[in-house]
């Protein structure tokens, strides 16, 4: 399935080392992360600041391939986790609002863990964090720049390969200070490199409308803000009714797929919630066919 289309796609260009031993490395990287990897200054990283809206890293690549893994690692654990709570809120017959944000969560985390492996995701540093990569510059407007600070920095990491052997180049370039939007549209921006073949053109070309709010679908992000901050009595009658076809396939990989293959699925707005589900078990998908690969 489409799935696992994603998932070799990631394989291919994530900068994991494929001679990686997971043991030793999470036993060496205990609950480490990007972010800390990235603020480290123990790590004799080089940072060079371009201007307030980019600056970039330079790091050893078998070092970052040991903090990716670390990173993977744990926030793995979130997404079985989450996956486990929405099995439980289905044996016991939740409400299906419940269910559905449950399932949106656990979307958000899988999406934002493919784009990591990627290496192209969002980064979000505090004003503390930001000064901190100043400190390890030698960036010389100093006032520009703090007076440029946030309580929150959204930033796209891009993963590139530098100049000097052995070492990787991170690029952090400003982005928008919705995480829940910009990882949706990170998503489609990674899935466009995506060879699809004929078989799978219809799952590929949902997907992106899904993802672009094409054609009269929403974006799980949209989706999600209705159901969990707009309207209150979809955690009543309204939301049993409009979740009807939700609930139909949100326990069945194959009643998912099923549906998305569908030529005549249209957007109307059972199959707007529905979409959850659908996108749900494309990410578990790839998201599980990764973890075997990386023997977690």
Same mark, same amino acid.
């Given at each position: 399935m489409i799935g696992h289309d994603i998932a070799n796609l990631i394989l291919k260009k994530t900068a994991i080392s494929e001679s990686f031993d997971l043991d030793n490395v999470v036993r060496s990287h205990p609950k480490g992360s990007i972010k800390q990897f990235i603020l480290d200054g123990s790590e004799l990283n080089t940072y060079c600041i371009e201007n307030n809206q980019c600056f970039s890293i330079e790091v050893r690549t078998e070092d970052y391939s040991n903090a990716l893994v670390s990173d993977y690692y744990y926030c793995n654990k979130r997404i079985v986790e989450q996956k486990n709570n929405i099995k439980?809120?289905?044996?016991?017959? #939740?409400?299906?609002?419940?269910?559905?944000?449950?399932?949106?969560?656990?979307?958000?985390?899988?999406?934002?863990?493919?784009?990591?492996?990627?290496?192209?995701?969002?980064?979000?540093?505090?004003?503390?964090?930001?000064?901190?990569?100043?400190?390890?510059?030698?960036?010389?407007?100093?006032?520009?720049?703090?007076?440029?600070?946030?309580?929150?920095?959204?930033?796209?990491?891009?993963?590139?390969?530098?100049?000097?052997?052995?070492?990787?180049l991170l690029k952090f370039e400003k982005s928008s200070p919705k995480p829940h939007q910009a990882v949706w549209s990170n998503l489609d921006s990674i899935i466009r490199n995506l060879p699809v073949s004929d078989s799978l053109l219809h799952h590929y070309q949902l997907l992106q409308k899904i993802l672009n709010s094409k054609k009269g679908w929403?974006?799980?992000?949209?989706?999600?803000?209705?159901?969990?901050?707009?309207? @209150?009595? !979809? !955690?009543?009658?309204?939301?049993?009714?409009?979740?009807?076809?939700?609930?139909?396939?949100?326990?069945?990989? #194959?009643? @998912?797929?099923?549906?998305?293959?569908n030529r005549r699925v249209h957007p109307h707005d059972e199959n707007k919630v529905a979409s959850i589900a659908y996108i749900h078990f494309i990410l578990l998908e790839a998201h599980d066919y990764i973890n075997l690969r990386l023997g977690m």
């Amino acid at each position: 399935m489409i799935g696992h289309d994603i998932a070799n796609l990631i394989l291919k260009k994530t900068a994991i080392s494929e001679s990686f031993d997971l043991d030793n490395v999470v036993r060496s990287h205990p609950k480490g992360s990007i972010k800390q990897f990235i603020l480290d200054g123990s790590e004799l990283n080089t940072y060079c600041i371009e201007n307030n809206q980019c600056f970039s890293i330079e790091v050893r690549t078998e070092d970052y391939s040991n903090a990716l893994v670390s990173d993977y690692y744990y926030c793995n654990k979130r997404i079985v986790e989450q996956k486990n709570n929405i099995k439980n809120l289905i044996d016991t017959n #939740s409400q299906v609002a419940w269910i559905l944000i449950s399932m949106y969560y656990c979307n958000f985390y899988a999406a934002n863990e493919l784009s990591k492996l990627y290496g192209s995701f969002i980064v979000n540093f505090s004003n503390e964090d930001m000064k901190s990569i100043l400190f390890q510059s030698q960036y010389t407007n100093v006032c520009e720049f703090r007076n440029s600070l946030q309580s929150y920095n959204s930033f796209r990491l891009e993963v590139a390969q530098s100049d000097y052997e052995g070492f990787t180049l991170l690029k952090f370039e400003k982005s928008s200070p919705k995480p829940h939007q910009a990882v949706w549209s990170n998503l489609d921006s990674i899935i466009r490199n995506l060879p699809v073949s004929d078989s799978l053109l219809h799952h590929y070309q949902l997907l992106q409308k899904i993802l672009n709010s094409k054609k009269g679908w929403d974006n799980p992000s949209k989706t999600r803000n209705e159901w969990n901050y707009t309207n @209150a009595n !979809y !955690y009543a009658e309204r939301g049993d009714r409009l979740g009807g076809q939700f609930k139909k396939i949100m326990n069945s990989s #194959s009643s @998912a797929f099923s549906w998305g293959n569908n030529r005549r699925v249209h957007p109307h707005d059972e199959n707007k919630v529905a979409s959850i589900a659908y996108i749900h078990f494309i990410l578990l998908e790839a998201h599980d066919y990764i973890n075997l690969r990386l023997g977690m």
